[in-house]
């Protein structure tokens, strides 16, 4: 039989604190490239707003920002390349109880999660998106032919934010914002590769390497803004629109089966 | 005694309408219908055409013959018109039937707007008007059918199509006041629905709450039925960027623990993301309605399903959703845009079909969990905590939703591939046995799958009148697993072979040769990967019994 979950009151859940998400990260992740730092953030923000660890589903591509659900002890999922954001929404969509928060990297974010991008943003629905950027593929500081923040709020994104991936309180504070805003919530997590994938890098672009510290003085953050870039709080969401969401709510918890009035009524259609 | 009814207008001239309400017409009077849409290639006039059969006896194939013929335009009228046995209906005003260009004893019925007094684009409605009375039908069958068919419509432009409705009707009356066909009718209403309307019945049926469509199947019968009804019954509709975002979209919500549906215009787009809820154990159903062409690519612990006709559609729908849940996998169920345009009449659509959600570990939360936990449960506890992929003798393993206290699992696709190669063992036994139809000791044995059902059915009827035992059809429902033990006896056993199939490249064939070592020498395939026609069915059917 189908067990039917329900959240957990928020109030309830807040006294358990960031330890109910686990301990320690994933080994593959390179000292001081940021991911582990947003990691914590992340588990910060959502003990913070009192949500409790079985009602977060992670869902993350692939690649390092990939591994981040498999550090969190809640609901995760590692999803192929880009993927993440469909999976998400799909999700969110059958159970808006459960808190989603969907993960990429810089590099399948701008690739094959373009378009879900785009698309999320625009239908706002109620996710958190946070984009692991390691500097390594899409975004380094001196190369600001994309950006994207502004990509996602010129789709329609009513949330956007940048964070220094190694400025945890600061990340915790922004994502408790993202996670708790209604509708679509976009956080440009910036972070570091470290020495082992600048030299891929390199091979790739040809370019310097991005750090925060870079060599000529300047730091990543210089080069964009930090914090909350736009919150747009009074935007209904998707959900408010949806006729079953918003009238029926949960579609997890639905009968399956159809009633005798439903089939009398579609077996007249046909007739 | 069959009735085929064939129109051939331009598109938004109001075909569609004509052939919906043609449609109900005839199985509102307790008679067989089988009717299909296509639209022709620009260079061959790109023409919406409708085709039709209509008949107390069951029917497998749209327009078998052409009794009437509605013709809008001269191009038309002069293609087709000496198809047509009983008349051709056309606009005198507009289009003229040659000299000699009809049949021996087929009328030529003029409907010209300018003696009807009707407007020239309500004259759709004076076609179907004279067609219900060359039909034999009444008045009232007809302004009953029409009125459901324009349900919404505003109340003064419903009143001015009864009347062009009525002047055909008239009009065909004192034009041919003998012709009308005396088809056995009876008060049995048959339901009448087409393959893509069965996909969203099924749906329903199944208990589906999230439907994401993939772009090109906006206009499909599938999306234009379902979209705006599906918040009635709890079904969330969406439509993705693209397939892949469709499939992954309701493999989400299968993760979540809602039945979800992908429909897609094209199986090829579905591969990536079935691959991934194969491994990863999720289940999803996606419906590809493409291209004519049968597509095979799953592994194990995948399922593809292809229905024996558009009259299965629904039921294999249900299936498939069954599948999905009990096995914990993606299920492919392929259409085509055959089969999902073909519309059929079928004794009763079967809505309560049981559903079976599978295999479910009991959560910590849930009250009584611990004390009694329930037979398929695996429940974790302190010392064994709550392993979503363990390893089981069927491959399936209890599974789990967000939102449970003590099951938290991390899904991805790094699945042990023994466990799959067990569940793919697991998954065809949990099959539903393929049965042969017609006599076992027939001189040829037609196999082939989806939208060939159909015409496989009309040869075996047209050889085995008057109880002749010619011909037998082996419908493979299942392409993925392939049951190849239990196809192969009938395979093996058959006189002659003859693959139906819409595909020139016969990958059907490949299909059973690779899994039972039965080579099937003669193939039947549509035209450039078109439906396979029943007419052509037959003629090959007919030189292949004479090899």
Redesign the interface.
């Known amino acids: 039989m189908f067990p039917v979950p329900v959240r957990r009151p928020l109030d309830e859940a807040r006294e358990f604190g960031p330890e109910q998400f686990g301990a320690s990260g994933p080994a593959d992740w390179c000292p001081g490239c940021g991911h582990a730092e947003a990691l914590e953030a992340l588990k910060a923000a959502c003990s913070g707003l009192g949500v409790a660890n079985k009602d977060l589903l992670c869902v993350a591509g692939t690649g390092c920002a990939g591994s981040l659900p498999e550090a969190l002890l809640s609901y995760g999922m590692r999803v192929p390349a880009g993927r993440a954001l469909p999976v998400a929404l799909g999700a969110k969509l059958v159970n808006p109880d459960l808190f989603v928060i969907a993960v990429g990297g810089e590099g399948e974010t701008a690739g094959p999660g373009l378009g879900h991008l785009m698309h999320a943003a625009r239908l706002n629905a109620d996710l958190t998106f946070l984009m692991l950027d390691s500097g390594s593929r899409g975004f380094p500081a001196d190369e600001r032919t994309f950006e994207p923040a502004m990509l996602a709020l010129a789709a329609g994104a009513t949330f956007a934010a940048r964070v220094l991936a190694q400025d945890s309180a600061a990340s915790a504070a922004v994502m408790a914002q993202a996670v708790q805003h209604r509708g679509f919530s976009f956080v440009h997590v910036l972070g570091s590769c470290p020495p082992g994938a600048e030299n891929l890098r390199l091979q790739l672009t040809g370019s310097a390497a991005p750090s925060p510290q870079g060599g000529d003085g300047t730091t990543r953050a210089d080069a964009a803004p930090l914090g909350v870039l736009f919150d747009a709080a009074n935007v209904p969401s998707y959900e408010e629109f949806d006729p079953v969401l918003s009238r029926r709510g949960a579609a997890v918890r639905e009968n399956l089966g159809l009633s005798p009035k439903d089939i009398a009524e579609l077996e007249a259609c046909f007739k | 005694m069959n009735l085929g009814i064939w129109i051939l207008g331009p598109a938004r001239q109001g075909v569609g309408l004509m052939g919906e309400v043609l449609v109900r017409l005839f199985?509102?009077s307790g008679l067989h219908v089988c009717a299909s849409s296509g639209s022709e290639s620009p260079s061959m006039g790109g023409r919406v055409v409708f085709k039709m059969t209509a008949s107390p006896d069951r029917v497998h194939v749209p327009g078998e013959g052409c009794a009437f013929l509605v013709a809008f335009d001269q191009g038309a009228a002069r293609e087709k018109a000496g198809e047509a046995t009983g008349g051709v209906l056309f606009d005198g005003d507009r289009v003229r039937i040659e000299a000699g260009g009809l049949r021996r004893h087929a009328a030529a019925i003029g409907l010209a707007c300018s003696e009807l007094k009707i407007e020239v684009d309500r004259w759709h409605l004076a076609a179907l008007g004279a067609l219900a009375r060359l039909a034999g039908m009444d008045l009232g069958t007809l302004d009953e059918a029409l009125r459901d068919a324009r349900k919404g419509a505003a109340s003064d432009a419903l009143a001015a199509e009864l009347s062009a409705a009525k002047a055909g009707f008239e009009r065909a009356g004192a034009a041919s006041p003998e012709s009308g066909l005396r088809l056995q009718r009876s008060d049995h209403?048959?339901?009448?629905?087409s393959g893509g309307?069965g996909l969203a019945?099924g749906a329903?049926?199944?208990?589906c709450?999230?439907l994401?469509a993939g772009p090109g199947t906006e206009s499909s019968a599938t999306l234009r039925w379902l979209a705006p009804r599906?918040?009635?019954?709890?079904?969330?509709v969406?439509p993705?960027?693209?397939a892949?975002?469709?499939v992954?979209?309701?493999?989400?919500?299968?993760?979540?623990?809602?039945?979800?549906l992908a429909v897609v215009a094209d199986a090829a787009s579905a591969v990536?993301?079935m691959e991934?809820a194969q491994r990863?154990e999720i289940p999803v159903v996606v419906a590809s309605l493409g291209a004519a062409g049968s597509r095979f690519c799953a592994g194990a612990g995948c399922a593809v399903l292809s229905p024996a006709g558009s009259t299965d559609v629904l039921d294999s729908t249900v299936e498939a959703f069954n599948l999905a849940e009990r096995f914990q996998a993606p299920v492919l169920l392929l259409l085509d845009r055959f089969l999902a345009g073909e519309t059929q009449t079928v004794e009763s659509?079967r809505?309560?079909a049981g559903?079976d959600?599978g295999l479910?570990?009991?959560?910590a939360?849930?009250p009584g969990a611990s004390a009694a936990p329930?037979p398929s449960a695996q429940g974790p506890s302190a010392e064994a905590p709550f392993d979503r992929y363990a390893e089981t003798e069927t491959g399936v393993s209890p599974r789990?939703?967000?939102?449970?206290?003590?099951l938290?699992?991390?899904?991805?696709?790094r699945g042990s591939a023994d466990k799959l190669d067990r569940k793919g063992r697991s998954l065809t036994r949990g099959l539903k046995p393929s049965l042969l139809e017609g006599p076992s000791d027939a001189e040829i044995t037609l196999v082939g799958c989806g939208c060939a059902c159909g015409p496989m059915r009309h040869a075996m009827r047209h050889f085995n009148a008057g109880g002749a035992r010619r011909v037998n059809v082996f419908p493979l429902r299942y392409l993925r697993p392939f049951p190849a033990e239990e196809a192969s006896g009938p395979l093996k056993s058959a006189r002659r072979l003859l693959a139906v199939e819409s595909e020139p490249t016969a990958p059907l064939c490949r299909l059973i040769r690779g899994e039972t070592g039965v080579a099937v020498e003669r193939h039947c395939s549509g035209p450039d990967g078109g439906a396979v026609d029943g007419a052509e069915c037959v003629r090959r059917v007919d030189e292949a019994l004479h090899d």
């Open positions: 199985s509102r209403r048959r339901p009448a629905l309307q019945l329903l049926a199944s208990g709450k999230f994401a599906a918040h009635r019954y709890g079904m969330i969406r993705a960027e693209d892949g975002a469709a992954y979209a309701a493999i989400g919500a299968g993760h979540a623990g809602a039945r979800g990536e993301g991934f990863a659509l809505l309560d559903i959600r479910w570990a009991v959560p939360d849930e329930g789990a939703v967000p939102g449970h206290d003590g938290m699992f991390l899904a991805d696709a």
